[in-house]
C-alpha cells in the first residue's frame, strides 16, 4: 500500500517503512507525527482512491528518526567594476521520518456509514 501526502507545501508518495526527508517539523526522536493530509491511497494491482481534495479518514503514522540540515547553498551578490561582492550562505532545516503505517480503515468505516444512511433513507420512504 502507498498514499501521497501533503506537508511543508510538497507532496510525498510514500510506503510503509520509507525513509524520507522533508521540511522541518516540531518534535524530537523517537515522536510519533500523524499526517492526516492524505491527497491518494493505491495498491498494487488495485485503482487508486483518490481525495477531493484528500481522503476522508485516512491518515498516515511516521516517526522521526532525526533532525538535521541541508547542505550549505551558497548565494553571491556580484557587481563588476564597483568592488561590490557580498556572500551568504544558508542551509535548510529538514526532518528525517521513517513511515510506520498507512491506515485507511476510517475511510472504509465512513463508506459504510454513508451507505448505511443511504439505505435507512431509501427505507424510509
Known amino acids: 500500500m502507498y498514499a501521497v501526502i501533503r506537508t511543508g507545501g510538497k507532496q510525498y508518495r ?3 517503512d520509507d525513509v524520507i526527508e522533508i521540511e522541518r517539523l516540531e518534535g524530537k526522536v523517537g515522536d510519533k507525527v500523524k499526517f ?3 491527497l491518494l491511497l493505491g495498491e498494487d494491482g488495485k485503482a487508486p482512491k483518490i481525495g477531493a481534495p484528500t481522503v476522508s ?3 498516515v503514522v511516521a516517526e522521526v528518526v532525526e533532525q538535521t540540515r541541508a547542505d550549505k547553498v551558497t548565494v553571491i ?3 563588476r567594476r564597483k568592488n561590490y ?3 551568504k550562505g544558508h542551509r535548510q532545516h529538514h526532518t528525517v521520518l521513517k513511515i510506520t503505517s ?3 480503515k476510517a475511510a472504509a468505516k465512513a ?3 454513508a451507505a448505511k444512511a443511504e439505505t435507512e433513507d431509501k427505507n424510509e420512504e
Open 14 to 16: 510514500v510506503s510503509k
Open 36 to 38: 492526516d493530509e492524505v
Open 57 to 59: 479518514g485516512a491518515s
Open 77 to 79: 551578490k556580484f557587481k
Open 85 to 87: 561582492h557580498r556572500t
Open 102 to 104: 498507512i491506515a485507511a
Open 111 to 113: 463508506k459504510a456509514k
